[in-house]
């Protein structure tokens, strides 16, 4: 079985190509409809789909394949390690022609990520991490911000659902991409990621590793663990932020949460 290191350049190649062929796609005028019930997809990201699973899987036959656009057929639970994909997360921006949207892939080893890499090709920003080796933009090591009360806090979520956070002088605003704000919070841009839906593992997986390899924390709003590549692959709404503030929207949020 390949390394993590090995993993992360592998899949960070494939991140770029990925979004730079979206970029090609949106140029030349995107076709583009719903798969469901608010839920929009292009052909843009399936052609992103179908690139990254041509990079990924013959270099790692053995791993398992779980993405937004591929259907689900299970096999990857029999498997060690699963590449978990998000070839366009924010298509709904993307469409729009918005720059927030980004390339998540990430290496899954029993439920946890290993290796991740998160691409952005309207600002050609590059987002990976190796377990217990740190996250890096664009190479240089990156820590999620020290910032350590709710006041003042600069936190991605809805800012319509955050009213309490609001009220106790944090402040709240929001990317369309779910990706996209744990890769800010864990470059210290914000301070931290408080959802108030449940969340599929492709929107989070690669995420995750930047969060906790940056210094911070995440976990659903009880403090419990996610983890990944499970059946379903659905984890509760998520929270992340550096360790003290961590703590004290936990706290916070049991509050909003207790009937």
Do not use: C
């Amino acid at each position: 079985m390949a390394g993590a290191e090995a993993d992360r350049d592998l899949i960070a190649r494939a991140a770029r190509d990925a979004g730079q062929l979206a970029l090609a796609f949106r140029a030349r005028g995107l076709r583009a409809w719903d798969k469901g019930p608010d839920d929009p997809v292009s052909n843009a990201d399936l052609a992103a789909d179908a690139l990254l699973k041509d990079h990924l899987i013959p270099a790692r036959p053995d791993y398992g394949w779980l993405s937004e656009e591929t259907a689900d057929d299970r096999s990857r639970l029999s498997a060690a390690r699963t590449f978990v994909v998000d070839p366009i997360d924010g298509t709904r921006a993307f469409i729009k022609g918005r720059p927030e949207f980004v390339v998540s892939v990430a290496v899954i080893e029993d439920g946890v990520p290993v290796a991740a890499a998160i691409y952005d090709p309207s600002t050609e920003r590059l987002w990976d991490a190796v377990q217990g080796q740190g996250a890096r933009l664009n190479g240089r090591r990156m820590r999620m911000s020290g910032h350590a009360a709710i006041a003042g806090a600069r936190i991605l979520g809805d800012p319509g659902r955050l009213t309490g956070l609001r009220d106790l002088g944090a402040q709240a605003s929001t990317v369309n991409s779910a990706a996209l704000r744990l890769a800010l919070a864990a470059s210290g841009l914000f301070d931290g990621v408080v959802a108030v839906r449940p969340k599929w593992d492709w929107d989070l997986a690669a995420g995750h590793l930047l969060i906790t390899e940056a210094g911070g924390r995440i976990t659903d709003r009880t403090g419990r663990a996610l983890r990944y590549d499970g059946d379903p692959p659905r984890q509760p709404a998520p929270l992340a932020a550096g360790p003290a503030l961590h703590a004290l929207l936990l706290e916070r949020l049991a509050q909003e949460d207790t009937p």
